[in-house]
């Protein structure tokens, strides 16, 4: 079994919970709920003998700090992870991650359908989330069809509905406009198109990184004081079914 550390990474606005899972070639760095060591709110992939780490994932939880904010706190966050990580581990120069950043939104009051951020950000001709919140280059195939959009953006900006709010770009709809642009440009295919944009792929330099100030404290091992508070909320629920079928 890896070893794990734990420790609590306090800045002026935010505290976070980090656990690191230390691997024979590879350390992984989580930024855990405050209440649940088991859910992550950003995971990284530490390779102990190559410059590029992996921003492999970044949700939003309220309980990712205390009194937690979704759009500010999330991105102060990051750029706290990220700091933490260069000067935890002096040789990463850089973050690689595929953009499949989505929000779960409600539409027409029933079912939960996500909207994807970057996507509709790159259609619109704005900049994509990771871009503009972190100063992210694209990478691979992304390059080529973020100039693409930008470079051919007069033969099909018509079709593009800036007016619609931010839910209205499920993938449903998305899928229709990415039509729209193929026929108008025909420069690309339909296929290809989607295939990137919906995981576009994005480099964030070391140099880059948000200078935030923060200072760090041991933390025991939260799992197991995870394990004992749910065991405990356990018998608790058991306790109080019991006591309803008494009271019935």
């Known amino acids: 079994m890896n070893k794990s550390s734990y420790y609590e990474l306090i800045t002026d606005t935010y505290s976070y919970n980090v656990k690191i899972e230390y691997g024979n070639d590879t350390d992984i760095v989580n930024i855990i709920q405050l209440n649940n060591s088991l859910i992550e709110c950003v995971v990284i992939s530490i390779p102990h003998n190559n410059q590029d780490a992996d921003l492999l994932n970044v949700n939003y939880y309220s309980s990712c700090s205390k009194n937690f904010q979704k759009s500010t706190g999330t991105i102060h966050m990051v750029n706290t992870v990220l700091k933490y990580v260069i000067d935890t581990y002096p040789h990463i120069k850089s973050f690689k991650l595929k953009d499949t950043t989505n929000i779960n939104s409600e539409i027409d009051n029933s079912v939960q359908t996500p909207f994807f ?40 900006e018509s079709v593009i509905p800036m007016d619609k709010p931010n839910n209205w770009w499920t993938e449903q709809n998305t899928d229709s406009v990415i039509k729209d642009i193929i026929l108008r440009t025909n420069k690309i295919s339909s296929g290809t198109l989607k295939k990137i944009i919906y995981f576009t792929e994005w480099i964030i330099f070391s140099k880059n ?11 025991d091992n939260i799992d197991n004081v995870n394990n004992i508070i749910n065991n405990m909320r356990s018998m608790k629920m058991r306790t109080n079914r019991n006591n309803m079928k008494i009271n019935e």
Do not use: C, M
């Open 209 to 219: 990184v948000k200078n935030i100030s923060y200072r760090i404290e041991h933390l």
């Open 117 to 156: 951020v970057s996507t509709r950000r790159l259609l619109k001709g704005e900049l994509g989330w990771y871009e503009e919140k972190f100063g992210a280059k694209p990478i691979g195939d992304t390059i080529e069809i973020i100039q693409f959009l930008r470079k051919q953006r007069k033969l099909f």
